[in-house]
C-alpha cells in the first residue's frame, strides 16, 4: 500500500474513532511526503488535540504534532506559559481572544473589556534569558509580543514565558504554531497548528487559589503576601512571570531588573479593588496616546487620533 494511502487509512480510522480530519490539512502534502503521528498517547482533553493540527515543512515533512504547544499550569496575570516542541522553525501567533472580562467586577472601579482589540494577533518576539534576581541567578527563558511574525526553532527553549501591554488580566488567548512555509502569507496559511487556550487570572492573582477557576474576588491577603516573599526572594517565592505586575503606560514589562516594591504596591491597590491601571492599544494617529477603545483615541479636544489598536 503507497504511503498516502496508508495515512488516508489511518486518518478514516481515527475519524471513525471521533477525531477531527479536515480536507484542507490533508492537502497540504503530497505523495512524498513523511506522514508522522507523535504524542498520540498523552494527549488530554485539556491539550487541544486535533487531527487538523498539521504542518508541513520545506523538506516535506509532514507532521502532526498535539502537543505543539504544551500549557504551563496554572495561569498567570502578565504572562501566558507554554512550550513548543516542534524541532523546526515556526512562528508562534497569540491571538487576542477575550481581553479584560473582570468578574466578579472590581469593587473600587469600572471593569471596562478592551474589545476594540479583540481578534487582532500578535506574535511571540525572540526568547531572551532573564533571571529570577541577581543574587539567586537563576535562569528562565521570555519573550515580548511583538507585531511581525518570528520564526525559530522553539525547542531548545523548555518552557516560554511570554508578555506585552495585550497580556492583560482576566483574559483568554489562542495559541497557534505556523509552519515555516506560512512566511509572507500568514493569513492565509492552513499549516497551522489547533489553538491553544490559555486564560490569565484577574488582577494581581499572583498566588493560590486563582480566579479562574475560583470564582470569588482575587486577589486576597496571600497575593500580597507572595510578592513580599518574592522581594525577600524566600524560597519558595513566585517566579518573575508569575509576580510581575507593574508596566509602562501601556503596561509592557520590563523583565530584566530584580523584583520591586512596585509590583507590590499595585497587588495592594488590586486587593483595595481599584482595576488594572494600563491601556493596551495606541490610536493610529497618535502612537504615544494608549487607548482601550476607539472613543478614546477619536473623542474631543484629538479627533483625528483614532482607531485604537495594537499593531499598525
Ligand atoms: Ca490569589
Given at each position: 500500500?503507497?504511503?498516502?494511502?496508508?495515512?488516508?487509512?489511518?486518518?478514516?480510522?481515527?475519524?471513525?474513532?471521533?477525531?477531527?480530519?479536515?480536507?484542507?490539512?490533508?492537502?497540504?502534502?503530497?505523495?512524498?511526503?513523511?506522514?508522522?503521528?507523535?504524542?498520540?498517547?498523552?494527549?488530554?482533553?485539556?491539550?487541544?488535540?486535533?487531527?487538523?493540527?498539521?504542518?508541513?515543512?520545506?523538506?516535506?515533512?509532514?507532521?502532526?504534532?498535539?502537543?505543539a504547544v504544551a500549557p504551563s499550569e496554572p495561569d498567570k496575570t502578565r504572562f501566558i506559559s507554554f512550550s513548543v516542541s516542534i524541532t523546526r522553525e515556526v512562528a508562534i501567533r497569540v491571538k487576542l481572544t477575550s481581553l479584560h472580562h473582570v468578574e466578579p467586577p472590581y469593587t473600587g472601579?469600572?471593569?471596562?473589556?478592551?474589545?476594540?482589540?479583540?481578534?487582532?494577533?500578535?506574535?511571540?518576539?525572540?526568547?531572551?534569558?532573564?533571571?529570577?534576581?541577581?543574587?539567586?541567578?537563576?535562569?528562565?527563558?521570555?519573550?515580548?509580543?511583538?507585531?511581525?511574525?518570528?520564526?525559530?526553532?522553539?525547542?531548545?527553549?523548555?518552557?516560554?514565558?511570554?508578555?506585552?501591554?495585550?497580556?492583560?488580566?482576566?483574559?483568554?488567548?489562542?495559541?497557534?504554531?505556523?509552519?515555516?512555509?506560512?512566511?509572507?502569507?500568514?493569513?492565509?496559511?492552513?499549516?497551522?497548528?489547533?489553538?491553544?487556550?490559555?486564560?490569565?487570572?484577574?488582577?494581581?492573582?499572583?498566588?493560590?487559589?486563582?480566579?479562574?477557576?475560583?470564582?470569588?474576588?482575587?486577589?486576597?491577603?496571600?497575593?500580597?503576601?507572595?510578592?513580599?516573599?518574592?522581594?525577600?526572594?524566600?524560597?519558595?517565592?513566585?517566579?518573575?512571570?508569575?509576580?510581575?505586575?507593574?508596566?509602562?503606560?501601556?503596561g509592557a514589562i520590563d523583565i530584566s531588573p530584580d523584583f520591586n516594591f512596585t509590583h507590590i504596591s499595585l497587588c495592594a491597590d488590586a486587593f483595595k479593588g481599584l482595576p488594572y491601571p494600563?491601556?493596551?492599544?495606541?490610536?493610529?494617529?497618535?502612537?504615544?496616546?494608549?487607548?482601550?477603545?476607539?472613543?478614546?483615541?477619536?473623542?474631543?479636544?484629538?479627533?483625528?487620533?483614532?482607531?485604537?489598536?495594537?499593531?499598525?
Amino acid at each position: 500500500m503507497r504511503l498516502m494511502s496508508r495515512v488516508r487509512l489511518i486518518a478514516g480510522m481515527l475519524c471513525l474513532a471521533g477525531w477531527r480530519v479536515t480536507a484542507e490539512a490533508a492537502q497540504v502534502c503530497d505523495d512524498s511526503g513523511l506522514f508522522t503521528l507523535q504524542n498520540l498517547a498523552s494527549c488530554t482533553d485539556s491539550d487541544s488535540f486535533a487531527l487538523d493540527n498539521l504542518a508541513c515543512t520545506d523538506s516535506d515533512v509532514f507532521a502532526l504534532d498535539n502537543r505543539a504547544v504544551a500549557p504551563s499550569e496554572p495561569d498567570k496575570t502578565r504572562f501566558i506559559s507554554f512550550s513548543v516542541s516542534i524541532t523546526r522553525e515556526v512562528a508562534i501567533r497569540v491571538k487576542l481572544t477575550s481581553l479584560h472580562h473582570v468578574e466578579p467586577p472590581y469593587t473600587g472601579g469600572a471593569s471596562v473589556p478592551f474589545t476594540a482589540l479583540e481578534g487582532q494577533v500578535r506574535w511571540v518576539g525572540p526568547p531572551m534569558q532573564y533571571v529570577e534576581s541577581v543574587s539567586s541567578g537563576v535562569q528562565f527563558h521570555a519573550s515580548q509580543l511583538q507585531c511581525a511574525p518570528y520564526y525559530q526553532d522553539w525547542s531548545t527553549v523548555a518552557l516560554l514565558h511570554v508578555t506585552g501591554a495585550e497580556i492583560v488580566p482576566s483574559s483568554i488567548y489562542d495559541v497557534e504554531v505556523l509552519a515555516a512555509l506560512c512566511q509572507g502569507n500568514e493569513p492565509n496559511c492552513t499549516a497551522v497548528s489547533s489553538p491553544l487556550q490559555i486564560k490569565t487570572t484577574r488582577w494581581g492573582d499572583v498566588e493560590t487559589p486563582y480566579n479562574p477557576p475560583v470564582s470569588d474576588t482575587q486577589p486576597d491577603t496571600s497575593d500580597i503576601s507572595a510578592l513580599v516573599n518574592k522581594f525577600k526572594s524566600a524560597l519558595g517565592a513566585p517566579i518573575k512571570a508569575r509576580a510581575l505586575l507593574a508596566g509602562d503606560s501601556s503596561g509592557a514589562i520590563d523583565i530584566s531588573p530584580d523584583f520591586n516594591f512596585t509590583h507590590i504596591s499595585l497587588c495592594a491597590d488590586a486587593f483595595k479593588g481599584l482595576p488594572y491601571p494600563y491601556k493596551p492599544g495606541k490610536c493610529t494617529g497618535d502612537a504615544a496616546k494608549a487607548c482601550i477603545s476607539d472613543s478614546d483615541c477619536s473623542n474631543a479636544p484629538n479627533p483625528t487620533t483614532g482607531p485604537c489598536i495594537l499593531c499598525p
